[in-house]
């Protein structure tokens, strides 16, 4: 990329950023990530439910005589029912028409009461999951579960980048993924564990998806509000004395400035969903609103988790070696998110990226080899076979999850300016989810009929994301969230959206002329770090 250069004031002063990590910070932090355990929850939950036969005989028994019928179709299509699938997809269907609700709420009201909002929500899906006397109730209760998630992942990454100093609001951000993963994990055990409970352990399964609500709930209650939220609301004192308890320090002149000037564009903003179709946030719409949420699903690795369990059985594992399975590749996950967090502040979110995708596209090219040579009509795989395969899955989780699952979350919450962020990370979820929900809906159809080509596709995907990647984003690590448009100024293709006259802290009308303690313009360097990024 090309060097930077002078640039106009606003987020120009991140050299006098001070901070330290306090225990108000961390509290808040941790909180606020419990909202990944909602998801995670779910996610692992879903998948290990719908191979329960009590579940099955309850609700669908046509699948579950197919299921018996182990030899008299092939394999791949035991699962395949659309009505079972809604059953997951629904909840992905409410989160992403209740994300633009939860935006208004966000913006003008806070992060703190999306979280709030979330939580009830969630609670009220899991009690009606739990008592399901019918696939109506059974629908119901999902999407209520959805528009929790729908509220949790809207305000969470905007909570977690927002209150994070820039040095490692990469390792900060990714405690969503690490409360989503562990959420994962600790469905797989549940499912693991009450799978022996007949016939309604299953509703048990279900139920427990109220204990993460309730600490959500209860913690936010006592959650501070983010500084930039407060300064966006006009409580300029509050936001000032909220900054100053979380950086640990009473200097904080420079960050609460450029705060000030942020939401001075922001206020300026009468609509911003619009506003993310100008011109210079093309990068913002294209990468982090469209690209990267819509691949972090393409990836494959959701249908993975959601249908480990289902996946592994039809595999020829049996069903309690396939929830124990899906426990392995959960914890995979998590070791994952622990490396990422170490590692991602230090060298950078693109290495990530490039580095994962492409042993992810070499697991996915040996699974489909695998399946194709081995995998045939009624065939239980041998030991030996069986084993390769849950370990290549797990090489694949690492790989993920030390890149496009934490990151597919972490690059898009970093990339807007304040007066788009709430509506960015919106649209950031929506996309997200309708293609969540698509997969969830198609993944076992799409499994029975292309069969080990599925991930011959999801592999050719992910070598198109990785270009995407290589070409169109810049590293952001340790870039202050304030000061990330200055990266798109100089980038070889970005730069052409948005030059120096072109500033995303701009509004819908004409633009705030800059002004320094004379009243005269004021030009000023990016920090250190950001002309480091910009000259990569």
């Not at 990944?36 to 779910?42: I, K, N, P, V």
């Not at 929790?148 to 990469?170: C, D, T």
């Not at 494959?300 to 426990?327: C, D, E, K, T």
């Not at 065939?379 to 890149?403: H, P, Q, T």
Request: glycine fraction near 10%.
């Amino acid at each position: 990329m090309g060097g930077g250069g002078f640039v106009e004031k606003g987020g120009a002063r991140a050299e006098f950023y001070e901070h330290k990590i306090t225990g108000y910070f961390i509290f808040a932090c941790i909180v606020a990530a419990l909202g990944g355990s909602l998801f995670g929850y779910d996610l692992g939950v879903s998948g290990g439910v719908t191979s329960m036969d009590d579940f099955l005989k309850e609700f669908f028994p046509n699948i579950y005589r197919r299921k018996q019928a182990h030899l008299e179709e092939t394999d791949y299509c035991k699962y395949d029912n659309q009505i079972l699938t809604l059953f997951t997809s629904s909840l992905y269907f409410a989160a992403l028409v209740s994300t633009f609700g939860a935006s208004h709420i966000t913006r003008n009201k806070g992060r703190r009461m999306s979280i709030l909002c979330g939580a009830v929500s969630f609670f009220a899906g899991a009690i009606l999951n739990a008592a399901a006397q019918n696939i109506a109730m059974l629908i119901v209760g999902r999407v209520l579960l959805g528009v929790g998630i729908g509220f949790g992942n809207q305000a969470v990454p905007l909570y977690l980048s927002e209150m994070a100093p820039a040095k490692v609001r990469g390792a900060v951000n990714q405690l969503f993924q690490l409360t989503t993963c562990l959420g994962i994990l600790i469905a797989n055990f549940i499912n693991y564990g009450v799978e022996k409970i007949h016939p309604w352990g299953w509703r048990l399964s279900l139920g427990l998806a109220t204990v993460p609500a309730v600490l959500m709930f209860v913690g936010g209650l006592f959650l501070p509000e983010t500084p930039n939220s407060l300064v966006e609301q006009g409580k300029l004192e509050e936001g000032r004395r909220v900054l100053e308890k979380v950086r640990g320090t009473t200097k904080v002149d420079a960050e609460f400035q450029d705060l000030l000037d942020a939401s001075k564009a922001a206020k300026a903003i009468k609509h911003p969903f619009r506003n993310l179709l100008q011109r210079r946030n093309r990068p913002q719409l294209v990468i982090a609103a469209l690209g990267i949420p819509a691949f972090q699903q393409l990836t494959g690795m959701n249908s993975i988790l959601f249908y480990a369990p289902v996946i592994f059985q039809s595999l020829g594992f049996g069903s309690g070696a396939s929830l124990y399975s899906s426990a392995i590749t959960s914890s995979a996950l998590v070791l994952a998110t622990f490396i990422s967090m170490a590692l991602v502040d230090k060298f950078g979110r693109r290495a990530f990226f490039l580095e994962a995708g492409c042993e992810m596209i070499c697991c996915l090219v040996a699974v489909a080899i695998t399946l194709a040579l081995k995998f045939g009509e009624g065939v239980v795989l041998s030991k030996g076979i069986g084993i390769f395969l849950v370990l290549v899955i797990c090489i694949f989780v690492l790989a993920y999850g030390r890149s496009w699952g934490p990151l597919g979350w972490l690059v898009p919450s970093e990339l807007f300016p304040l007066e788009t962020r709430s509506a960015g990370q919106s649209v950031v979820v929506c996309v997200n989810m309708i293609f969540t929900a698509l997969i969830a809906q198609c993944f076992l159809a799409s499994l029975c009929h292309l069969r080990y080509g599925i991930f011959l596709l999801f592999a050719a995907l992910i070598f198109i994301m990785s270009c995407f990647i290589y070409f169109l984003l810049p590293e952001t690590k340790q870039v202050p969230i304030e000061e990330i448009y200055l990266l798109w100024q100089s980038h070889w293709f970005w730069k052409r959206y948005c030059g120096p006259e072109e500033r995303p802290h701009g509004a819908d009308g004409p633009e705030e002329k800059p002004h320094g303690a004379d009243g005269k313009s004021e030009l000023q360097m990016p920090s250190t770090q950001t002309a480091n990024n910009i000259q990569q």
